[in-house]
């Protein structure tokens, strides 16, 4: 069965950046579309950023102007682009994608989340 491999989180201080990676394990599946969510302790997981199958890109709310979300179809990776982080950033990020295998649709498969921690 194939799984979002997320790599990139960390720690780093208010005003920096991280880059986050949502890779599939096996490349006979193409990622189509994803999407980044995030959930801070004590909160519900929040909608970050997501990219359609057509590329077309949507940040949300706090993330607007700071986080890019992109797609290298050759590696099969989705990234996060974070900028400018702040404290309230920090929370576990997790890569939520669609795949494509042979003409069938594979949707809402999750990976294991990453830990983004922003320090003041």
């Known amino acids: 069965q194939v799984q979002l491999v997320e790599s990139g989180g960390g720690l780093v201080q208010t005003g920096g950046s991280l880059r986050l990676s949502c890779a599939a394990s096996?490349?006979?599946?193409?990622?189509?579309?994803s999407r980044w969510w995030r959930q801070a302790p004590g909160k519900q997981r929040e909608l970050v950023a997501d990219?359609?199958?057509?590329?077309?890109?949507t940040v949300f709310d706090s993330a607007k102007g700071r986080f890019t979300i992109s797609r290298d179809s050759a590696k099969n990776t989705v990234y996060l682009q974070m900028n400018s982080l702040k404290p309230d950033d920090t929370a576990v990020y997790y890569c939520?994608?669609?795949?494509?295998?042979?003409?069938?649709?594979?949707?809402?498969?999750w990976g294991q989340g990453t830990q983004v921690t922003v320090s003041s």
């Open positions: 939520n994608a669609d795949f494509l295998r042979g003409g069938i649709s594979y949707y809402d498969h």
């Open positions: 990219i359609s199958v057509s590329g077309s890109t």
């Open positions: 096996e490349s006979t599946f193409s990622i189509i579309a």
